[in-house]
């Protein structure tokens, strides 16, 4: 790595930082409680605070777990990317439909196995992605393969999920919660049920960077040094699995976030995972929690889920990125 | 690796088809001198770049086998086989803002553990090493992408090089460079050989660089090997007519035999 862009790194990092602390401040400020930083810091740590309390229990888990989402697909975001060799992949492509639809199912006829849900969505992901990868298997896996039927395996799911939301009148709001994408209604228990998995995932994600970065190589020059590419594109999708599915399950399908935010980084930062992979996951909480906050801010006391606007917001800001940066990441 | 006889590698009754029906390779044997250049020629479609893949384990034989001294690389785990072999492929892609020194560390990998990155001294000195016979020391901290075709080919060089392999193999080294890089790519694989000892097998198109730069010439038709031997006293208008189709001819020019390739 260069100096100059080790220092830029740097700064990155802390301004992305700064962003996320500051939009956690302004959330836990959004609503119909206000609080200062003092009060806030004497509710908390000090004496008890009727109207800190209530924040704590309505708007600190739903905080958490948009920040825990965001960064979860995120990166899983950069896991597949890494894996297909194409900055298009999605979590999306792979796995996530089927999470979630089987985080519907659970919903929808199983709500006593609430607290399974994340790891039937795991099973439901799991199950979506080794689907996908038998049916590309031919001699290895190719990345352009995968990709296509990701898409079909993809579409099958989301239809599945659409058409279970609409048997039951969409009424059901578990399902519908899980079917569009809707954050609202978080309590502490959803915190506890998905913050080990994701934070497992997101550790494991570090850890095989350099497998990551591997994979950035032709398939046979990575075979050439050693390394067994089917395993490890195995390996790195499993990872990117756990992610998208745990987040899918809380959160519901988010597909955007796992596009722009691993886009924007490495035009930020680079394309080395070792530093990709913990920015990208910094900035996908930030994104996902400044989505979540705007989204019950501007039509208040309606809410407009998170996806939506990432989708409306997104778009646009990827093109200008785009077409603004000198620098082309396999576009 | 203990190599008997001089023989570096061996393919014994090697058959290969993609379809199961053609037989690409059919019944091939080769044995690969050690400390020598050995140049793998032949026309478009002939099964030398299939034989290439097979050597490198990129592909695996319907029949019969590769012995690597005297351990089927079929047997070989891959860092094994890495550790042995280095191979330097066409067409490389790398991510657009690695750097020199980066890239070249890749090629320490097969010694490293799986969520491991070079960094050892022994890695740092194998890399610097590497960088040093490439000429490429200069430019350590450039992206790869900046750098020339010629200097980029030396760099995906330089990355087999850390490998720290007693055998290089090459395909088409020179496709794409222009002759001034063409000769230097050529006159550093020549070092290669020459200084280190390293075993070189390349795939290779210039018949004229093959007479010049090879030890041993390998001529393929057919998924068969038709021709083995100096390429001084093998390659004639007869066996090039054999290999391509076309009667090329053949003139000595201060002693040096040239195929007039026009």
Redesign the interface.
């Known amino acids: 790595m260069k100096q100059t862009e080790r220092k830029h790194n740097a700064l990155w990092f802390i301004l992305v930082l700064a962003l996320l602390f500051g939009m956690t401040y302004i959330s836990i400020n959004t609503g119909s409680i206000e609080l200062s930083m003092k009060r806030l810091y004497q509710g908390l740590f000090v004496a008890y605070d009727a109207d800190v309390a209530t924040v704590w229990d309505l708007r600190f888990p739903r905080i958490i777990i948009a920040a825990l989402g965001g960064a979860a697909l995120s990166v899983s975001g950069v896991l597949f990317q890494a894996c297909m060799k194409n900055p298009i992949a999605d979590p999306g492509i792979i796995g996530v439909r089927g999470a979630s639809f089987a985080a519907v199912l659970v919903a929808g006829l199983f709500p006593t196995l609430y607290f399974f849900t994340p790891m039937l969505a795991f099973a439901g992901g799991i199950l979506a992605c080794a689907m996908v990868y038998l049916l590309a298997f031919r001699n290895g896996l190719n990345p352009l393969r995968i990709i296509l039927v990701g898409v079909a395996v993809n579409a099958v799911f989301s239809g599945l999920t659409q058409a279970f939301n609409s048997m039951t009148g969409g009424n059901l709001s578990g399902v519908a919660s899980i079917a569009n994408s809707n954050i609202a209604q978080k309590t502490w228990d959803d915190v506890y049920i998905i913050t080990g998995y994701v934070l497992l995932g997101l550790v494991l994600a570090w850890i095989s960077y350099h497998q990551c970065d591997l994979l950035s190589l032709s398939d046979q020059t990575a075979r050439g040094l050693g390394v067994n590419v089917t395993l490890v594109r195995i390996w790195i999708s499993l990872i990117a699995v756990v992610l998208a599915s745990i987040a899918t399950a809380e959160v519901g399908v988010v597909s955007f976030i796992g596009l722009i935010v691993p886009h924007v980084a490495r035009l930020l930062v680079g394309s080395a995972h070792k530093v990709l992979i913990p920015f990208t996951m910094i900035g996908g909480a930030f994104l996902m929690l400044m989505a979540d906050t705007l989204g019950r801010t501007i039509a208040a006391p309606y809410e407009i889920p998170a996806s939506i606007l990432l989708s409306i917001a997104g778009g646009p800001m990827l093109i200008i990125l785009l077409r603004r940066s000198d620098k082309a990441y396999g576009v | 690796m203990e190599y008997k006889n001089d023989l570096v590698m061996e393919a014994k009754g090697l058959t290969f088809s993609y379809d199961g029906r053609h037989n690409v390779i059919e019944n091939l044997e080769l044995a690969l001198q050690q400390g020598k250049i050995t140049v793998l020629m032949g026309a478009n479609g002939c099964g030398k770049s299939t034989l290439f893949?097979l050597m490198?384990?990129?592909l695996y034989p319907d029949d019969g086998d590769i012995m690597l001294a005297d351990r089927d690389i079929e047997m070989m785990?891959?860092?094994?086989?890495?550790?042995n072999v280095?191979?330097v492929?066409q067409?490389?892609?790398?991510?657009?803002?690695?750097?020199v020194e980066?890239l070249v560390g890749?090629?320490r990998?097969?010694y490293l553990g799986?969520?491991?990155?070079a960094g050892s001294r022994q890695d740092r000195e194998a890399v610097a090493w590497a960088m040093a016979v490439t000429h490429v020391e200069q430019h350590r901290?450039s992206y790869v992408s900046e750098l020339s075709g010629g200097q980029r080919q030396r760099v995906w060089i330089a990355m087999?090089l850390a490998?720290k392999t007693d055998i290089l193999f090459l395909d088409e080294p020179t496709t794409y460079l222009d002759i001034r890089y063409q000769i230097e790519i050529m006159k550093l694989i020549r070092d290669l050989n020459r200084e280190y000892g390293i075993t070189i097998v390349m795939v290779h198109h210039d018949i004229n660089q093959a007479i010049e730069y090879g030890d041993v010439f390998v001529g393929m038709k057919d998924g068969r090997i038709v021709a083995q031997g100096n390429p001084e006293e093998t390659i004639d208008t007869e066996l090039l007519y054999e290999l391509y189709g076309i009667r090329l001819p053949v003139v000595e020019v201060a002693g040096k035999r040239f195929v007039m390739t026009v």
């Open positions: 893949k490198t384990r990129n785990g891959q860092k094994e086989f890495a550790r280095a191979i492929h067409n490389n892609t790398s991510p657009p803002d690695i750097t980066t890749y090629g990998t097969p799986t969520f491991q990155a901290s087999a490998q």
